[in-house]
């Protein structure tokens, strides 16, 4: 595994998580970004993201300070990835807008870079033709809090060498995760696959006024033990990402059930700037949220 150099495109909830997770461990890192607002953003959840790695992971200021001094910014996407040997897709969960990308990526990236997508539920075989180097694009996909939550499941298609597929697993690990191979193509990974219809379950109990938010988590919580209910693992996540996979969903399946619960995304949380933690609020507001009181889970 010759990685060095590391781009990551998208600096959204997870994308930064990944390229200060990389810099971290002595990565250099070029995250990239559409423009100069969504770079500052993803900058700003890097200073959001050193506070955590601080009380999580006794992180030093110099360990913080080596991390960033490895880490560069860009707009234009051609310097993000001149040097590449590593390039990690972290945009919009959406067909059209990854396929896009990977053309543009494809006309300027060097013939070196291995390509990855960080998709939550789509197949790299979706997008192999459009990086022009199937042999060397597969999925490397993570858990959100990735400094904790340490998984990287690497997922190949069936045009993938072999050599490609080995190496990620090579540098997941060399950032810290547990590296978890797949040998074919599952839309979701293992996660996700276990994940999301817990997820779509609880999201169709509200749209149905079968019971509100606080009382499905509380149901989960106290019948499994769990530390947090699907509604407050959504705010984690992030209600955009959930939004863009229901509405995917909705679409492709022509389901009811799957379009109510896009509209009701939509109409109570997306066009509010309701977003889940990232923005303050989702389904609970923050940095206090309702399920954090020690009283929550009584009567």
Known sequence: MNFKNITVAGGGVLGSQ???????????VSLYDINDEAIEKAKERMEYLQSRYIKDLGASEEDLN???????????????????????????????IKTDFYQQLAAVAPEKTVFATNSSTLLP???????????????????NEIWKNNTAEV??????????????????????????????????????SLLVPFLDAAEKLVVKDVADVETIDKTWMIGTGAPLGPFAILDVVGIRTAYNIV????KATNNEEYK???????????DKNKLGIESGEGFYKYPNPSYRNPDFLNN
């Open 18 to 28: 990944i390229a200060f997770q990389t810099a971290y461990k002595g990565f250099k």
């Open 66 to 96: 080596q991390a960033l001094s490895r880490l560069s910014f860009h707009s234009d996407l051609a310097e993000a990835v001149k040097d590449a040997d590593f390039l990690i897709e972290a945009v919009p969960e959406v067909v059209q």
């Open 125 to 143: 075989s979706q997008f192999a033709e459009a990086t022009g180097r199937p042999e060397k694009f597969l999925a490397l996909h993570f858990a």
């Open 155 to 192: 997922m190949k298609h069936p045009g993938t060498n072999k050599k490609v597929f080995d190496d990620v697993i090579d540098f997941a690990k060399a950032i810290g995760m547990v590296a978890l191979p797949l040998h074919k193509e599952q839309p979701g990974y293992i996660l996700n």
């Open 247 to 250: 509405e995917a969903k909705a």
């Open 260 to 270: 109510n619960i896009a509209e009701f995304l939509k109409m109570n949380y997306i």
